[in-house]
C-alpha cells in the first residue's frame, strides 16, 4: 500500500466520530490500538473547543458540548497547526447545522465568545495617553500611525451579552432587532465594552489597522464629525488604553 | 560531523513557571526548550504574549525550539507555510537547536495535532530524507529528528526501528534528538530490547536527550508528559550516559505541571548523573 493510501485510512480511523474507523488493510500487528490515537485527537478537540469557547462550553453543558464537537469536527477537521484556528467556522456551523441553527442565539454566543476568547490571549501592549502624545514635537507625531490595541475587537451583534446573566439566557431568547455595535477590549484581566453608533463604528474601522492622527481628523471630518467631535473623539481614544503606536 | 554544543542541563519551559524563569533563580537549568508552535509570531510580524515572555528569557539563556507540525514523514509536503513562519521565529529567538519527529501529524490539509507512526519501510525512509532536506534549506540550518513513542506497528514494516532511524538521519545528514521515555515506552509497547535500540541507533548524531514521564495503563504506557521521570527511564539514560555520554540532557512535562521546586529537583538528580557518568567516563 502506497504510503499516502495508508496514511489517507489511518487518518479517516481517527476521524471517525463514532470510534475508531477501519484500520482493515493496514496491517496494524494490534489493530485495536488505534484507539490510543483516536482517543488522544477526540480529547484534545474537547479541550481546545471548550478553552477557545467557555462560554457557549458554559450555555450548553458537557454532554451537548461533547456532541457539539464531534458533529463540528466531522464536517471541520482541523487544518491550523495553531489550536486558536480550531474554532474558526464553529460560529458558522452553529448557524446552519441542526438542531442549533433553530436556536440562532447560540451561534451568535459562540461567535462573541470566540472573539472574547482572542481577545484574552492577545498580547498585553503599552498604550499612549493624551499626555504622552501632547509631550511630543507634533510634527513627529504626525508621522506615527497609531493603531487599536491587540486586546480589543470592533464587534457588531445581534445579542447583547452580558456575562453575569449568561444563565438568564435560554436558546429561545430571540436576537436583537437590529445589530448592535461595540469595542470590546480588556484592560487587565478585565473586559470593558463600549457601545458604538453606526458612524463612531466607522470611526474606529481604520484605528484597526492603523492610521497616522492627522489621517484619522481626515477621516472622521469625512464622516461628519464636527470640530468639537473630532477632538473629543481622539481625546476619548487616546485616554482609554485603547492606542497603541506602531513601530513601523 | 561538527561538535555538539555543550548547553548543559535543561528543561521543557511551560507558562506556569514564567515568573521564576523571568525573575528568579532557574538552576540548574541553563537553557529551555519551547514548543515552537505556541510561539510563532501572528501575521504581519506582531509578537504575541508567548513570544514577549520567550524574548525575555532568551535574553537570560539559550532556547531552543520544538516542533511538532513539520509534518516530516506526510506522504504530501503541506508544510511550506508553517516552515516559513518557523524562520521568522527563529530569526528572532537565534535558537541553539530546531527540532521536529520522525512522524507525520495528518494529511490532505488536515492536522491532527498527534505524532503518527511510519511503517518503517522503503517509501517512509525516502519521504522522511526528502523532507528533512527541504526544511534544513529552508531553515538554512541543519535540525534534530525524535523518536517516538509507537503503539501500532505496521507489518510491511522491513527493518527496526533504531535502523529506520539511522538511514534517515545518515542520509538526510541530520541530527536525533533522542527521547529515551519514548525508547522505553515504545520497547515495553512492542516488545523489544530496549539496549539494543540504543545500541542501533547513530550515536554521533545525538545532539539532544529527551526525559519525560509516561503513564501506565498496564498492557501499554502512553506517553503523557504528565509525570515524572519513572525509574527504567531514568536507568537508560544513566546506561546510555555510561556507554555513549549525555549530551544537552532535558526534562519535558507537558501536563499536570508541577511547583518549579519540584521540576527543579529533577533536574538536580539529572546533574547529578551527568556528573557521575562524566567522572566515571574521564577515569
Request: glycine share 6%.
Amino acid at each position: 500500500m502506497r504510503l499516502a493510501d495508508l496514511q489517507r485510512q489511518f487518518q479517516a480511523a481517527i476521524l471517525d466520530p463514532d470510534g475508531p474507523g477501519s484500520v482493515d488493510g493496514l496491517a496494524l500487528a494490534i489493530p485495536g490500538r488505534v484507539r490510543v490515537h483516536h482517543s488522544h485527537f477526540w480529547t484534545r478537540m474537547g479541550e481546545f473547543i471548550g478553552n477557545w469557547q467557555p462560554l457557549l462550553a458554559r450555555f450548553l453543558g458537557a454532554e451537548e458540548m461533547a456532541q457539539l464537537v464531534r458533529r463540528y469536527i466531522a464536517v471541520h477537521p482541523p487544518g491550523t497547526v495553531v489550536a486558536s484556528g480550531v474554532c474558526a467556522q464553529l460560529a458558522d456551523f452553529l448557524r446552519t447545522a441542526p438542531p442549533w441553527s433553530a436556536w440562532p442565539i447560540v451561534g451568535e454566543l459562540a461567535a462573541i465568545d470566540y472573539r472574547r476568547a482572542l481577545i484574552r490571549a492577545a498580547a498585553e501592549e503599552a498604550t499612549v495617553t493624551g499626555a504622552l502624545v501632547a509631550a511630543i514635537d507634533p510634527a513627529v507625531i504626525a508621522s506615527i500611525r497609531f493603531r487599536l490595541k491587540q486586546r480589543s475587537a470592533l464587534m457588531t451583534s445581534r445579542f447583547q451579552l452580558d456575562v453575569s446573566r449568561l444563565h438568564l439566557v435560554t436558546r429561545e431568547t430571540p436576537l436583537d432587532a437590529r445589530p448592535v455595535h461595540r469595542l470590546v477590549h480588556m484592560t487587565g484581566r478585565r473586559y470593558a465594552t463600549i457601545e458604538l453608533e453606526p458612524r463612531s463604528l466607522r470611526a474606529f474601522e481604520p484605528l484597526v489597522a492603523g492610521i497616522t492622527l492627522p489621517a484619522l481628523d481626515d477621516h472622521l471630518a469625512g464622516l461628519g464629525f464636527d470640530d468639537r467631535e473630532r477632538r473629543r473623539f481622539v481625546d476619548h481614544v487616546l485616554d482609554g488604553d485603547l492606542l497603541v503606536a506602531i513601530r513601523d | 560531523m561538527p561538535e555538539a554544543a555543550d548547553l548543559g542541563v535543561g528543561v521543557g519551559l511551560r507558562h506556569d513557571h514564567y515568573p521564576e524563569f523571568l525573575q528568579g533563580d532557574v538552576a540548574p537549568a541553563r537553557w529551555v526548550e519551547v514548543n515552537a508552535e505556541k510561539y510563532l509570531p501572528e501575521r504581519g510580524g506582531t509578537r504575541g504574549a508567548h513570544l514577549q515572555v520567550l524574548e525575555h528569557v532568551r535574553a537570560r539563556m539559550p532556547v531552543v525550539l520544538h516542533s511538532t507540525s513539520m509534518s516530516l514523514g506526510s506522504a504530501r509536503d503541506e508544510s511550506q507555510g508553517y516552515l516559513a513562519r518557523l524562520k521568522e521565529l527563529c530569526a528572532i529567538i537565534e535558537p541553539a537547536m530546531v527540532s521536529d519527529h520522525l512522524c507525520w501529524t495528518g494529511i490532505d490539509d488536515v492536522h491532527l495535532y498527534d505524532l503518527l507512526p511510519l511503517p518503517f519501510v522503503r517509501e517512509s525512509v525516502d519521504v522522511l530524507v526528502e523532507r528533512i532536506s527541504r526544511a534544513q534549506d529552508l531553515l538554512g540550518r541543519r535540525i534534530l529528528v525524535e523518536n517516538l513513542s509507537t503503539y501500532v506497528t505496521f507489518a510491511s514494516s522491513e527493518m527496526s526501528e533504531w535502523e529506520f532511524i539511522s538511514e534517515v538521519v545518515r542520509r538526510a545528514d541530520c541530527y536525533l534528538l533522542l527521547d529515551l521515555n519514548n525508547v522505553h515506552v515504545s520497547c515495553f509497547n512492542h516488545g523489544w530490547d530496549a539496549h539494543a535500540y540504543l545500541h542501533g541507533i547513530p550515536h554521533d548524531r545525538v545532539r539532544q536527550i529527551h526525559l519525560a514521564g509516561y503513564t501506565d495503563r498496564g498492557r501499554l504506557k502512553i506517553d503523557t508528559h504528565g509525570e515524572s521521570v519513572h525509574e527504567p527511564v531514568w536507568e537508560l539514560f544513566r546506561w546510555y550516559g555510561d556507554h555513549h555520554g549525555t549530551i544537552n540532557p532535558m526534562i519535558e512535562r507537558d501536563s499536570d505541571v508541577p511547583p518549579w521546586s519540584e521540576l527543579a529537583d529533577e533536574l538536580r538528580r539529572m546533574s547529578a548523573i551527568v556528573s557521575d557518568v562524566a567522572e566515571r567516563r574521564c577515569a
